[in-house]
C-alpha cells in the first residue's frame, strides 16, 4: 500500500526574522569595517558567501582575513538565531567547486538556548573594538576557562600570553608597520578603507586613535593619523594578550577561527571586558614564527586580542557603521 500522507514540513524560521538576524549579526567584526559577506535566503536555508571584491590583495592577499570575518558573522548570525528560538545546523564549505561558497545553515526549533548563548546574543550590540589604553582585565581566569570551552569544537586553541608577550609583540608592531610604510599598493588600501565618516562601511575617523595615544598601546595597526588627542591621557596600557591559533592552514581552519574569535568576543563583552582583535601582526610570516615561540604548543597563530577594563564612567564608544541590509541578503521566494 502505497503512503499518500504528505511529506513533513521542515521547520524554519519566518522572513521577518531572518531579516531582523541577519540585521543583527552584521555587527560582527571584519577587517577594516569591510563587511565582505553576502547571504541568501532561499526560503529553507540560509547560504553564506564571500564578497571578493571586498578582497584587500595587499593586506590579505590569501583572503585569510576576509573567511575569518565571514566566520564571525556566521557565528554572530548562528547566536542571534539561537536567541530567537532556533538551532542552526551548518555546514562549511558545502560546494567544495565553489570557493566563494561557505556554508549553508538549516533550522530546527530550539526553545530552550543556553543561557550563555542568550547573553552573547545581547552582547551583540554592545560589543566594540577598542584601540585606546585599557585597565587590566577583571575576571580573567574564568574568561580564558569559558573561552576555551567555546573554541574547542573550533579546533582551535585559546591561550594567555604571559607580561613580557606586550613588549614583544610591540616590536612586532612596530616592525610591521615598518615593512608597509613605503607599500604603496597597501597605503592605498588602507586609506581607502579608513579615516572616512559617513559611509556605510570602513573606519570611521572617529574610532580611530590619535598619534598620542597609539604611543600608549603599542600593539596596533597603524592607521591614517587623526587630529591630536588624549583620551584616557593618564593610563599605560595594561591589556593582556590572548591568542587564538589553528592546527593547520586551511580555509576551513579560518573559517572555524572567525567563528571562535566571534565567541571570544562576545564573552569578553558579557563580562564587561573591552576587546580589540588584531591581524595584522599575523600577516606576516616572522610576526607568526614570533608569536608561534609564545605558546606553550605547535600551532599556527590567526588572531591576537586584547583585552583589559575600560574606566569607570566613561561614555561608550560609537558604533562603526553598516552596509544597508539589501546589500547582503538576497530572499528568494519559493
Given at each position: 500500500m502505497t503512503d499518500t500522507s504528505p511529506s513533513p514540513v521542515r521547520s524554519v524560521p519566518d522572513h521577518p526574522t531572518v531579516l531582523a538576524a541577519v540585521r543583527m549579526a552584521s555587527r560582527a567584526p571584519s577587517l577594516h569595517n569591510s563587511q565582505p559577506w553576502r547571504w541568501v535566503f532561499d526560503g529553507l536555508r540560509l547560504h553564506l558567501y564571500r564578497d571578493n571584491d571586498r578582497l584587500m590583495t595587499?593586506?590579505?592577499?590569501?583572503?585569510?582575513?576576509?573567511?575569518?570575518?565571514c566566520g564571525?558573522?556566521?557565528?554572530?548570525?548562528?547566536t542571534v538565531f539561537a536567541?530567537?528560538?532556533?538551532?542552526?545546523d551548518t555546514t562549511r564549505l558545502p560546494d567544495t567547486s565553489r570557493t566563494d561558497y561557505l556554508a549553508v545553515i538549516e533550522f530546527?526549533?530550539?526553545?530552550?538556548?543556553?543561557?550563555?548563548?542568550?547573553?552573547?546574543?545581547?552582547?551583540?550590540?554592545?560589543?566594540?573594538t577598542d584601540r585606546l589604553p585599557l585597565l587590566a582585565p577583571a575576571g580573567l581566569s574564568q574568561l580564558l576557562h569559558t573561552g576555551r570551552m567555546l573554541v574547542t569544537p573550533h579546533d582551535?586553541?585559546?591561550?594567555?600570553?604571559?607580561?613580557?608577550?606586550?613588549a614583544k609583540l610591540t616590536v612586532v608592531s612596530e616592525h610591521a608597520t615598518a615593512v608597509r610604510r613605503y607599500d604603496m599598493e597597501y597605503q592605498a588600501e588602507l586609506h581607502w578603507w579608513t579615516g572616512h565618516?559617513?559611509?556605510?562601511?570602513?573606519?570611521p575617523r572617529e574610532s580611530l586613535v590619535s598619534d598620542a595615544e597609539f604611543a600608549r598601546v603599542g600593539i596596533n595597526r597603524t592607521f591614517p593619523s587623526t587630529p591630536h588627542s588624549a583620551r584616557r591621557g593618564t593610563l599605560e596600557d595594561h591589556a593582556r594578550l590572548l591568542v587564538l591559533s589553528s592546527p593547520r592552514e586551511s580555509v576551513t581552519a579560518?573559517?572555524?577561527?572567525?567563528?571562535?574569535?566571534?565567541?571570544?568576543?562576545?564573552?569578553?563583552?558579557?563580562?564587561?571586558?573591552?576587546?580589540?582583535?588584531?591581524?595584522?601582526?599575523?600577516?606576516?610570516?616572522s610576526a607568526r614564527k614570533v608569536i608561534a615561540s609564545m605558546l606553550p604548543h605547535s600551532g599556527i597563530p590567526q588572531v591576537v586580542i586584547r583585552v583589559g577594563t575600560t574606566p569607570d564612567d566613561e561614555p561608550d564608544l560609537p558604533p562603526t557603521p553598516r552596509r544597508p541590509l539589501t546589500d547582503i541578503l538576497t530572499m528568494k521566494h519559493q
Open positions: 595587499s593586506a590579505d592577499p590569501l583572503g585569510r582575513q576576509l573567511v575569518i570575518s564571525a558573522m556566521l557565528h554572530h548570525v548562528r536567541a530567537k528560538g532556533w538551532h542552526t530546527r526549533p530550539w526553545p530552550e538556548p543556553p543561557i550563555g548563548v542568550l547573553a552573547r546574543a545581547r552582547a551583540i550590540d554592545q560589543r566594540r582551535l586553541e585559546l591561550d594567555l600570553l604571559d607580561d613580557s608577550a606586550h565618516s559617513g559611509d556605510t562601511e570602513g573606519v579560518w573559517l572555524h577561527t572567525g567563528e571562535a574569535l566571534s565567541a571570544v568576543l562576545l564573552e569578553c563583552t558579557t563580562a564587561g571586558l573591552a576587546n580589540c582583535p588584531m591581524t595584522h601582526i599575523t600577516e606576516t610570516p
